[in-house]
Each structure stands twice: as structure tokens, then as C-alpha cells.
């Protein structure tokens, strides 16, 4: 069974920073392409930020320079650092993980609040 628990999200001020971890259960981690995704009030959910299995990293435009997405395959984890935090940064992060053949899994999400 494939599992996704989130942590690290809160309320910070703007120019702040935070750190969000995802923990996955399951099998072969390190073949699996991982992901942040984000949903703000009244928006579609959009990609953040993604890693690779050879760790090569894709970012969101609006995160570029401010965000750092990096993954500990011996701990099964991958990790958004957050830095320069912007009031429209304000979402429900979501970790996902798609693996080998396409399958994808959700974590339950966590709340970022930045305040002005």
C-alpha cells in the first residue's frame, strides 16, 4: 500500500521560510518521480516543483530561485524548502508521487499561510 503523509506546513510572514517533508510508504522509492503541487482558494491545483529519478528538478516560474525541492531516497522523502515567502504562496501543498507505469498517489495536503 502506497501512502503519503505531509508535514511542515503553518502560518509564517512574508519573506519567511518553511520546510515541507513528504514521508513515502511502499516500494522502490528511488524509481518514482516525486512532485509538490499546489491548490490555492478558488484556483487549479499546479505544479510546483519536481525531482526525478536521477534527481534532475523542474520548477513552477513563480517558485524558481526561491524554492528547493530535494529527495532522501534512504529515508524514502522529499522535501520542499521554502524560502522568500510571498502572501500568494498561500495553498494546500500536496506531495505526489508517480511511479513506473504511470500510477499516482496523493498525500492529504498541508496548509502554507503567508501573512503580509
Known amino acids: 500500500q502506497v501512502q503519503l503523509v505531509e508535514s511542515g506546513g503553518g502560518l509564517v510572514q512574508a519573506g519567511g521560510s518553511l520546510r515541507l517533508s513528504c514521508a513515502a510508504s511502499?516500494?522502490?522509492?528511488?524509481?518514482?518521480?516525486m512532485a509538490w503541487h499546489r491548490q490555492a482558494p478558488g484556483k487549479q491545483r499546479e505544479l510546483v516543483a519536481d525531482?526525478?529519478?536521477?534527481?534532475?528538478?523542474n520548477y513552477a516560474a513563480s517558485v524558481k530561485g526561491r524554492f528547493t525541492i530535494s529527495r532522501d531516497n534512504a529515508k524514502n522523502t522529499v522535501y520542499l524548502q521554502m524560502n522568500s515567502l510571498q502572501p500568494e504562496d498561500t495553498a494546500v501543498y500536496y506531495c505526489?508521487?508517480?511511479?513506473?507505469?504511470?500510477?499516482?498517489?496523493w498525500g492529504q495536503g498541508t496548509q502554507v499561510t503567508v501573512s503580509s
Open positions: 505526489m508521487r508517480e511511479q513506473p507505469g504511470g500510477s499516482t498517489y
Open positions: 511502499g516500494r522502490l522509492f528511488l524509481l518514482d518521480v
Open positions: 525531482i526525478r529519478r536521477g534527481g534532475s528538478t
